[in-house]
Each structure stands twice: as C-alpha cells, then as structure tokens.
C-alpha cells in the first residue's frame, strides 16, 4: 500500500510551539502502544501509514526509559518527519474533547437508581460483508442472531422500552438517564457505587445502527444555535425540558453495550480501541480505517484554550476512534476522567492544522 498523496511534509522546526511542548508525556503514551504490539500489531490504515514501519521506534521505546523533554523530543524528531494532512475540503481540521465521566452508580436497581448500563447480549453477533444477509444495511456491523439468520439489532428506543428485559444484563445501575446517553457516548465511565467500591466500564459493542447526536437534533429544530453546542448546553437544555428526553435521546438509534474494567491506574483513562489505557492531554481518537493507530499526531488549535493550553499545540497518539470522528483531519482529544475533564472537554469544537509524524523508515522505502 502507497502513502496517501494527502500528506505534505515539512519540518518540526515549521510546527508551531514544538519545541515547547512536553515530548515526555507523549512518549509515554507512545511507549505503552509499543508494548501493546507486542502481543497484536495495529491495523494499517488506508491512507498507507504502514504499521511495520513504527518497528524501529516500538522497538526503542520498549527499551529505553527516557528521562527529561529533551531525549523525548529528539526521539520523535530521530524517528519520524512530520507531514500535515488536510481536512476533505482542502482546509483545516477540527477538534473535539471527549472524556471519561464518573457517575455515582449501584449494582442493583432501586427506585433512585433504575437506568441500566447493559453487557453485550448472547445473541449480538458480529457482522461484515462476507456475512451480510443481502438487504442489510451495510453500514451495520453489528446483528441479532435469529433461527432465519442475522436482522437489524434492536435500537435504543426498543432496548429502552423493554427488549432486552429479563436477560440479567444489567452491570450497574445509574440515577439519571442523560447521564448514562453521555456514558453511551464517551464509550467508557468510572462508577463510584454506592458500596463504596470504584469500577469502571469500558465499551463491549453495539447495537450497529448510526450515531445521531442531541447536538444536531436540537440545533437542527432550532433550539440551541449550532454555534453554542456543547456538553454543557445540551444538559442545560434536557434539565429544562425533562418531557422531552425520551423523544431526542432515541433519535439516537445507537445503543452502546460495556464490559467491566478494573481502575489499575486512577491516573490513567479506560483502556480504549488501541487497547492502551487512555492518557489525559496525549491520548487522541481518529478515524481508524483511515489513520494507524499509534501514529503520533502534532495538533496546532490555536483557538483551543481548554486542556491548560493558551494556545492547543501538543503532540499526541492515535489510541482510539469513534464513529463520529471521520475524516483524515479530524480528532477527539481526550481529557480525562470525572466532572473537570469533563467541563474541558464539552467545550473543544476547534479548527486545527493536523501533522502527522510518518515514520523515517516509511518516507525513504526502507519499511521491514
């Protein structure tokens, strides 16, 4: 597979704010990919980021424990040139923040706690092209298994009306359902139960069908300007109008299923896509069919004031996706766990210049 013409190289003397940036935190969490592909090697994207070619930077991170900036910084700088890729209209990228919220949870229903938080049911099977029953949507990825064969898995609106009732499916039990969508969405939660134990869970699957965000819905019929979209304004919102949860929640057919996971490291987030555990500020979400997971990303948003950062210029890894992030310029920064993450991230919605840092071995044709 060829490198996508879409990349321009340049040089980290070109990128602004790199030699200001704290490389060791981002070799950090280069370093845990590395010993993550020790066991299974990363799928190589489409734009032809090939994965053998990370082999001379993997194998260095596992074996040197770098200690200051500045051999973090010439490490990247001795293994990668950084290219810049555009957004699909020839323009800048855009950034958004997701997180990993804490809910205060029970592990049996009550009256107060009675909004569910599913495991992947027994008859929720994967599908893909060469198992697809002609008719279905090709975009699911995801079936109900049935004596006649694979159908459209039940949706939100039907899970939450009872489908999947009297299954024992139930990992934990949350107060508020808008908090357990944002759960739903950020694909991962840190569960403070009400017997004192801290758990989380992670995702385990889906229902299949497309994610539709209350955002669109609610700018889309005039409720909230698109340009005052946030976390924070659409809970405002539902906090307001409590009647109308149900009707622009299940517009959102997509329903997500979790695994539980224990909390290793507290300073760490929810092992994600990449199957790294998540660093909060290094940690980004692209798009996988595209991009190579543990391609280490130079992000330059200078709008972006969240994150501590006046302006947002950081290096960052490829650790995990999500189904909205889609597009070779496009990213989900993520910031962390609990309510201040939190505050960060449902603000970011910023345009950004993305570099890719290629691997050397890939631009001269030496790739193993």
Same mark, same amino acid.
């Given at each position: 597979?060829?490198?996508s013409?879409?990349?321009?190289?340049?040089?980290?003397?070109?990128?602004?704010?790199?030699?200001?940036?704290?490389?060791?935190?981002?070799?950090?969490a280069?370093?845990?990919s590395?010993l993550?592909?020790?066991?299974?090697?990363y799928?190589?994207?489409?734009?032809?980021v090939d994965?053998?070619?990370?082999?001379?930077?993997?194998?260095?991170?596992?074996?040197v424990?770098?200690?200051?900036r500045?051999?973090?910084?010439?490490?990247?700088?001795?293994?990668?040139?950084?290219a810049?890729?555009?957004?699909?209209?020839?323009g800048a990228?855009?950034v958004?923040?997701?997180y990993e919220?804490?809910?205060e949870?029970?592990?049996?229903?009550t009256?107060?706690?009675?909004?569910?938080?599913?495991?992947?049911?027994?008859?929720?099977?994967?599908?893909?092209?060469?198992?697809?029953?002609?008719?279905?949507?090709?975009y699911?990825?995801?079936?109900?298994?049935?004596?006649?064969?694979p159908?459209?898995y039940?949706?939100?609106?039907?899970?939450?009306?009872?489908?999947?009732?009297?299954?024992d499916?139930?990992?934990?039990?949350?107060?508020?359902? $808008? &908090?357990?969508?944002?759960?739903?969405?950020?694909? %991962? @939660?840190?569960?403070?139960? #009400?017997? =004192? +134990?801290?758990?989380? /869970?992670?995702?385990?699957?889906?229902?299949?069908?497309?994610?539709?965000?209350?955002?669109?819905?609610l700018?889309?019929?005039?409720e909230i300007?698109?340009?005052?979209?946030?976390?924070q304004?659409?809970?405002a919102?539902?906090?307001?109008?409590?009647?109308?949860?149900d009707?622009i929640?299940?517009?959102?057919?997509?329903?997500i299923?979790?695994?539980?996971?224990? $909390? &290793?490291?507290?300073?760490?987030?929810?092992?994600? %896509? @990449?199957?790294?555990?998540? #660093?909060? =500020? +290094?940690?980004?979400? /692209?798009?996988r069919?595209?991009?190579?997971?543990g391609?280490?990303?130079?992000?330059?948003?200078p709008?972006?004031t969240?994150?501590?950062?006046?302006?947002?210029?950081?290096?960052?890894?490829?650790?995990?996706?999500?189904?909205?992030?889609?597009?070779?310029?496009?990213?989900?920064?993520?910031?962390?766990?609990?309510?201040?993450a939190?505050?960060?991230?449902g603000? $970011?919605?910023n345009a950004?210049e993305f570099?890719?840092?290629?691997?050397?071995a890939?631009?001269?044709?030496?790739?193993?």
């Amino acid at each position: 597979m060829s490198l996508s013409p879409a990349f321009s190289e340049t040089s980290f003397d070109r990128l602004p704010g790199w030699a200001d940036d704290d490389h060791l935190a981002a070799f950090a969490a280069f370093r845990r990919s590395a010993l993550h592909v020790l066991t299974k090697p990363y799928r190589t994207g489409t734009l032809g980021v090939d994965f053998n070619a990370f082999t001379a930077a993997y194998d260095e991170a596992r074996a040197v424990s770098l200690p200051n900036r500045s051999e973090a910084r010439s490490f990247f700088e001795r293994h990668f040139v950084p290219a810049r890729i555009g957004a699909e209209n020839g323009g800048a990228g855009l950034v958004t923040g997701f997180y990993e919220p804490e809910v205060e949870a029970s592990p049996l229903r009550t009256e107060r706690f009675s909004v569910p938080l599913l495991s992947r049911p027994a008859d929720l099977v994967d599908v893909d092209d060469a198992h697809r029953p002609a008719g279905m949507d090709p975009y699911l990825a995801f079936a109900r298994d049935t004596p006649n064969g694979p159908v459209e898995y039940f949706d939100r609106g039907a899970i939450e009306r009872g489908a999947l009732d009297g299954k024992d499916l139930a990992i934990a039990w949350l107060a508020d359902k $808008v &908090d357990a969508f944002f759960v739903h969405v950020q694909g %991962a @939660a840190r569960l403070k139960m #009400t017997d =004192g +134990r801290l758990c989380r /869970v992670t995702y385990a699957a889906k229902s299949g069908q497309r994610f539709t965000g209350p955002g669109k819905v609610l700018s889309e019929s005039g409720e909230i300007p698109l340009e005052k979209v946030t976390m924070q304004s659409i809970r405002a919102w539902f906090k307001a109008h409590p009647d109308r949860v149900d009707e622009i929640l299940r517009q959102n057919r997509s329903y997500i299923f979790f695994r539980e996971a224990v $909390v &290793d490291d507290a300073s760490l987030g929810p092992i994600a %896509a @990449a199957k790294v555990p998540l #660093t909060a =500020g +290094r940690s980004i979400a /692209v798009d996988r069919l595209l991009h190579t997971f543990g391609t280490p990303f130079y992000i330059d948003a200078p709008s972006l004031t969240a994150f501590d950062a006046k302006p947002f210029r950081r290096l960052m890894i490829a650790q995990d996706t999500g189904s909205a992030i889609t597009g070779p310029a496009r990213g989900d920064l993520f910031a962390g766990s609990g309510d201040a993450a939190g505050e960060n991230a449902g603000v $970011v919605r910023n345009a950004a210049e993305f570099y890719a840092l290629l691997p050397r071995a890939l631009i001269s044709g030496a790739v193993p």
